[in-house]
């Protein structure tokens, strides 16, 4: 059946890791599209949700399959859109996209949302924001003498804050260097240091901002607050309102809104991380999709589904999108366990997590017997709390009592430690 004779136009869903929920995704689309999901059961983000994925929706399998004959797949199938929520599909979205002649990233604009170093050298040429990032590949020293401490050492592309630790010494920065998986490709990245007064003591020193981008405007959605990193670089939860004043709130829409610019988006959903710093906002980095958690926590509190948006935005659509209206604060908390690599041995505290003020949902998975390593990031949390509270106060002393609560216990492996 072709495109015009389906009332009903169908969307291409390139899955795998970090992806929106089979669930989700279909239920986003409701009434607005059907949905293609393509995988590729190679990829272990794709193997992953394999069942759900067949029992759920319609699935274009193209394991093994090349391009060519991912693009013939997809044109028999007729789709009228494509979109991924996967870091790790957007440069094969993007291809795709082009032959297809659908909108979406050009493929010339991926190495800008994906590779670290790129990004920075970007920014930097259009006197967005000058940071020093360079490659540490096989001579880490060089990398140290045009970087300096401290600084972050992080996988040149990936998401989650994979493998990302600080360094404040030279002889930290060579120590870490040197103890890096082999395989992955790393930057060192100048430290940007935050001011945890921009926000408030308790608060994350950083935020991100969710924009759509179409033919007509780039739109952003909102400013996302975070609670406070975990050691080195884990996220451990994010709640909206944040915490910012209106002048510092308007600092942060006008860098971001400067770095999609000079990186040229044009299309689609992004997630930008930005640091707060005693002289401004700065970039961490600019995202080509949406970010992780970051539609759940929204639509809750504002009613707004990014999920749905991007499916919109994937037909040539021009989304409504409101300005979002707060009543109370919505947050999740990430569970999140010690900075240790080793076997979960026991989980105190998870029944009474649902007893405490506000707490809507609690979703673990901390079973004791699996093998927890603090270098995953964000994959390593334990679990979420899903909750509102009336205000930040209240919120801040809810985020303390389920930090008490949550008692998980590791038994570490031998030589495993922060």
Not at 154 to 180: C, M, N, Q, W
Not at 246 to 270: D, K, N, P, Q, S
Request: proline fraction near 6%; aromatic fraction near 6%; charge should be negative.
């Amino acid at each position: 059946m072709n495109a015009h004779a389906r009332k009903v136009p169908r969307v291409a869903v390139v899955y795998d890791l970090g992806s929106a929920t089979p669930n989700d995704v279909l239920a986003a689309a409701h009434r607005l599209c059907e949905v293609l999901f393509v995988a590729d059961f190679d990829r272990p983000g794709a193997a992953a949700h394999r069942q759900s994925l067949l029992a759920l929706g319609e699935v274009l399998d193209v394991t093994g399959l090349d391009g060519e004959e991912r693009v013939r797949l997809l044109r028999e199938a007729a789709v009228d859109g494509i979109v991924t929520y996967s870091e790790y599909q957007l440069a094969g979205t993007a291809r795709l996209a082009q032959a297809l002649g659908l909108p979406y990233h050009s493929p010339e604009l991926i190495p800008a949302l994906v590779d670290k170093l790129v990004q920075r050298r970007i920014l930097a040429e259009a006197g967005v924001q000058a940071t020093r990032c360079a490659v540490i590949g096989d001579d880490p020293a060089r990398a140290l003498d045009l970087v300096g401490v401290p600084a972050v050492i992080k996988p040149r592309t990936g998401a989650g804050s994979l493998h990302t630790s600080r360094v404040d010494s030279a002889e930290e920065f060579l120590a870490v260097a040197a103890a890096r998986p082999a395989g992955i490709e790393f930057v060192a990245e100048q430290m940007l240091e935050g001011d945890p007064a921009v926000a408030g003591e308790f608060w994350g020193d950083y935020v991100s901002v969710e924009s759509v981008h179409t033919g007509a405007a780039s739109r952003q959605v909102c400013v996302t607050g975070k609670f406070a990193l975990a050691e080195p670089f884990r996220e451990t939860g994010m709640l909206l309102p944040a915490t910012l004043t209106e002048e510092a709130a308007a600092e942060v829409l006008a860098l971001e809104a400067a770095a999609v610019r000079a990186l040229g988006i044009r299309h689609g959903i992004t997630h930008t991380e930005v640091k707060l710093t005693a002289d401004g906002p700065r970039i961490i980095e600019v995202n080509g999709r949406l970010g992780g958690y970051v539609p759940e926590i929204l639509r809750r509190a504002t009613g707004i589904n990014l999920v749905r948006t991007a499916l919109e935005v994937a037909l040539g659509g021009e989304p409504r999108i409101p300005a979002p209206r707060h009543r109370g604060v919505t947050y999740q908390y990430f569970l999140t366990p010690p900075a240790v690599a080793g076997t979960l041995t026991s989980v105190d505290g998870v029944a009474e997590l649902a007893g405490l003020p506000g707490v809507r949902n609690v979703e673990t998975h901390a079973e004791p017997g699996r093998f927890v390593d603090w270098r995953e990031g964000t994959q390593s949390h334990l679990g979420v709390v899903f909750g509102s509270a009336p205000d930040h106060d209240d919120l801040r002393k809810v985020a303390e009592s389920i930090t008490a609560t949550f008692r998980p216990v590791l038994a570490p492996s031998a030589g495993a430690g922060a």
